[in-house]
């Protein structure tokens, strides 16, 4: 399978040595779960988009730190584009900001939470098995860093996992894409960097919770299971 990757952000430079950029964080979870993967990247933050949405078999978004509801030129573009997508069918997986991005393109809304960040694991209910979530699980526990989040769905959205804290967490949209809040591409040693990093800015109670949070396993490879899973049943609805 080839997949196109959204870079959306880059990580800090004062991070970058020791945990990679964003790109590489992906490929390496991904190819441990399926080596034969393909990627290509697009640095949309730099402006730069596909010219042509068939050039590769499926399209995969990062995280950012810029929320979608900036008006950041690229991001207006980018929801644009997410828009041709869905037109052609073609699947697409948002991950964080990727995940607002299909919502708000799609015409829901995301905004930020009134109770503030989430940071280090969150712990989410899977309300309904799609069958590409295989196999079956009650939870989806992921590292998290958002301050926005999805509150209006856009129309014919399927929620699929949520929490209190986050109730639209997984949902999909028609049988082609996909959005999640959480990040499976981060480690939780990056997890405790980025909130180290981000002291001051983060209160100190939500950052004792997100680091103590951090004892707790992830879900992050039975995550990219689901998602390759369900790229493959979209890709071969599609063809």
Request: aromatic share 8%; proline share 5%; glycine share 12%.
């Given at each position: 399978?080839?997949?196109?990757?959204?870079?959306?952000?880059?990580?800090?430079?004062?991070?970058?040595?020791?945990?990679?950029n964003y790109p590489a964080m992906f490929e390496q979870l991904f190819r441990s779960i399926d080596p034969t993967l393909e990627f290509q990247v697009w640095r949309c933050l730099d402006g730069e988009l596909p010219a042509d949405i068939e050039a590769?078999?499926?399209?995969?978004?990062?995280?950012?730190?810029?929320?979608?509801?900036?008006?950041?030129?690229?991001?207006?573009?980018?929801?644009?584009?997410?828009?041709?997508?869905?037109?052609?069918?073609?699947?697409?997986?948002?991950?964080?900001?990727?995940?607002?991005?299909?919502?708000?393109?799609?015409?829901?809304?995301?905004?930020?939470?009134?109770?503030?960040?989430?940071?280090?694991?969150?712990?989410?209910?899977?309300?309904?098995?799609?069958?590409?979530?295989?196999?079956?699980?009650?939870?989806?526990?992921?590292?998290?860093?958002?301050?926005?989040?999805?509150?209006?769905?856009?129309?014919?959205?399927?929620?699929?996992?949520?929490?209190?804290?986050?109730?639209?967490?997984?949902?999909?949209?028609?049988?082609?894409?996909?959005?999640?809040?959480?990040?499976?591409?981060f480690s939780r040693a990056y997890s405790a960097d980025l909130m180290a990093l981000r002291r001051g800015k983060i209160p100190d109670n939500r950052l004792r919770e997100g680091l103590a949070s951090l004892q707790a396993e992830v879900d992050d490879?039975?995550?990219?299971?689901?998602?390759?899973?369900?790229?493959?049943?979209?890709?071969?609805?599609?063809?």
């Open positions: 399978m080839r997949i196109g990757l959204l870079q959306c952000d880059d990580v800090d430079p004062a991070l970058r040595a020791r945990h990679g590769v078999d499926a399209w995969l978004t990062t995280g950012s730190k810029f929320g979608v509801n900036d008006g950041e030129p690229w991001i207006e573009a980018l929801c644009g584009w997410v828009r041709e997508l869905w037109a052609a069918r073609k699947p697409l997986v948002g991950i964080c900001f990727g995940h607002q991005l299909i919502a708000r393109a799609l015409g829901g809304e995301v905004a930020q939470h009134q109770r503030g960040w989430g940071v280090g694991v969150s712990f989410n209910q899977v309300t309904r098995q799609a069958e590409w979530m295989v196999p079956q699980q009650a939870g989806l526990d992921l590292v998290v860093s958002h301050q926005d989040q999805v509150v209006t769905l856009p129309p014919g959205a399927e929620v699929l996992a949520g929490s209190n804290f986050c109730p639209y967490y997984l949902m999909q949209m028609g049988e082609c894409f996909l959005g999640v809040q959480g990040h499976p591409e490879r039975q995550v990219v299971r689901w998602i390759l899973a369900f790229l493959r049943q979209a890709i071969a609805r599609r063809s």
